[in-house]
Every structure is written in structure tokens, then in C-alpha cells.
């Protein structure tokens, strides 16, 4: 049986006095899976990526992801898991506009320590498979949106994450570029990346995913593989 790269166990998370953001979800995710997780504004989408990604802690239940108590983390030892383990790509691409788009991808590398060479050398790499190689000496700014998602996917595969979490990465996107972005997504899958995907698009959830989870109110109301056309 294939030990669970996620899992989730009775997971709450309060945040003040009113219903719970997350309310006893219980979830495992196999290693190589691609998981949409689908749901309304509130639903608790966001809120379930941070807690596998060590950005929250839960007020109940515990998280583990690839053998890793991440509930039980301090605020160090979650940067450092991360670091590790986790490769995170936002909608808004969160990228450092003073810096080369060689220097943004090869920035997780170096705060965990990797000579600069082999740092330079993964960047080149990464930007070349991903397409965006003719921009390493260029600066974020004079990309296009789609462009800068690329860079951004660079940046978190750069450390070989076990695990690529992913927050509406195409919804600062026009169609085109968003189009450009599920394929990069479906293809890092195809080649045995672990995603977990939060996303208000059902299309790009049923290119990417191999299934689906549906969030209402802070727990699961559906969870199911994503049907094939053949």
C-alpha cells in the first residue's frame, strides 16, 4: 500500500468566533496524484494550502506531508521544510522585480545553501525546459503574465520538491497564458510531480487533475476522480 505523501487528520482551523475555515477534514493525497481542490470564495481552499505548506497551523487534527509533522513546526522549521520539500506558485506570481529572472529561480537554492554554480546551473535547466531560458538576464517586468508564471514554476521546482503547491496560478492570466500555464501543469504531472491545485476553474481542474475536491463550509462535500475522454 503507498504511504500518503499528504495527510490530513480531523484538521480544524478557527481563526475567531465564528464557523471554522476548515471544519475535521480528513484527506490523503498519494505521491505522483494531481489534486484539484474546487470550491466557492470561503470555502477553505486557501486555507488548506497554507496548512500543508507550514504557512498556518491548525487549531485541531494534524498535518503530515512526506513523512512531516508540519502542525507540530516551529517558525524556522517550517522555513526549512519548505525549503525542502515544498514548491509554491501564486496567482499573482510573487516575483522579486529587482532581481534577474535567473536570480529569482536561483533564490530558493541559495537561501538553502547551494553553491551558486550549481544553483546557476539548475536555473538554466529549469528556464530552458520551461521555455523562458532567452529571459534569464531579463527582469520580471518586461515578461508577459504567462511568461512570469513560467519563471515562478522554475523557481519552485528549483530545490526538487516533493511537492508543488499551486494558488490560482491562472487567474491573473488572459486565456492564452492561462492555457499556456495548464499545459506547463498537465506536463510537470506527466513526468511524476505531486501537485495540489486550488483553482475557481473547472477547466483547468479537469486538463490538470487526476481528481477533484470539492470544499462547502470547511469540509470535503466531494471528492472524486477527474473522468478521461478517450
Not at 522549521?77 to 529572472?101: E, P, W
Not at 501537485?195 to 470539492?214: F, G, K
Request: with cysteine.
Amino acid at each position: 500500500m503507498t504511504v500518503p505523501l499528504i495527510e490530513l487528520c480531523a484538521v480544524s482551523r478557527r481563526y475567531d468566533e465564528g464557523p471554522p475555515a476548515l471544519n475535521e477534514v480528513t484527506l490523503s493525497i498519494a505521491p505522483g496524484e494531481s489534486v484539484a481542490v474546487l470550491g466557492p470564495s470561503g470555502s477553505g481552499k486557501s486555507t488548506l494550502l497554507n496548512l500543508v505548506a507550514g504557512l498556518d497551523r491548525p487549531s485541531a487534527g494534524t498535518v503530515t506531508v512526506d513523512g512531516v509533522r508540519v502542525d507540530q513546526l516551529g517558525e524556522s522549521a517550517s522555513a526549512r521544510y519548505r525549503r525542502a520539500r515544498i514548491g509554491l506558485v501564486f496567482q499573482f506570481f510573487n516575483l522579486l522585480d529587482d532581481l534577474t529572472v535567473a536570480d529569482n529561480v536561483m533564490l530558493p537554492a541559495q537561501l538553502a545553501g547551494t553553491a551558486r554554480g550549481t544553483a546557476q546551473r539548475r536555473a538554466t535547466e529549469l528556464l530552458g525546459t520551461l521555455g523562458v531560458g532567452r529571459h534569464a538576464s531579463a527582469y520580471p517586468g518586461r515578461l508577459s503574465g504567462g511568461e512570469r508564471q513560467r519563471v515562478a514554476v522554475a523557481r519552485a521546482l528549483m530545490n526538487r520538491p516533493a511537492l508543488l503547491l499551486a494558488d490560482e496560478p491562472t487567474g491573473a492570466l488572459d486565456t492564452a497564458a492561462g492555457e499556456d500555464v495548464q499545459r506547463l501543469l498537465t506536463d510537470l504531472h506527466a513526468d511524476g510531480q505531486t501537485i495540489v491545485l486550488v483553482t475557481h476553474d473547472l477547466a483547468l481542474a479537469e486538463s490538470c487533475a487526476t481528481r477533484t475536491v470539492h470544499l462547502l463550509d470547511g469540509r470535503v462535500a466531494a471528492d472524486s476522480a477527474v473522468a478521461r475522454v478517450r
